[in-house]
């Protein structure tokens, strides 16, 4: 209540055991429901988690396909020889990644923009303009005056 003990929650749902430290992160004892662990140590999940959050972090950020940011990231986080047996295979990570955060591909159809409805734009007057503050507006670089503005 006083903010001098920090708790905390293993990875493992199963695993009811709660770990209270201090702030300078000391431990000080073991709480919750049963304070006897029951699975083995598991240091690949954590590598596991880590790649995952690193790649859903870049699929809310880019707009780089989750495939491809799968390879990518799977490449730069140096797996170990067991986490690599774990991990699911490349071509279902970015099916994994989209699906088990629904609100990835939510957000990307926020941020990307709409598809234009029809081809006409308008050109903003200053390009319309040449270096010589001359009205007219070149198509490839032509001399040709039917491509000019008038």
Known sequence: KDGSLKFWRYANRTCRVLLYTNIKNEFIRYGGKSPVHSHLPDPSASEIRNLREAMRRRTENETTPPQQIAEQE???????????AVL?????????????C????????????????SSSFSIPESYTRDYSDKDRLLLHDSADPTFQLK
């Open 102 to 117: 629904h609100n990835l591909t939510h957000h990307r159809r926020k941020i990307t923009p709409p598809l234009p409805q």
């Open 88 to 100: 699911p295979g490349i071509n279902n990570m970015g099916m994994v990644l989209v699906f088990s």
């Open 74 to 84: 799977v490449r730069q986080a140096l797996l170990t020889a067991e986490a690599l």
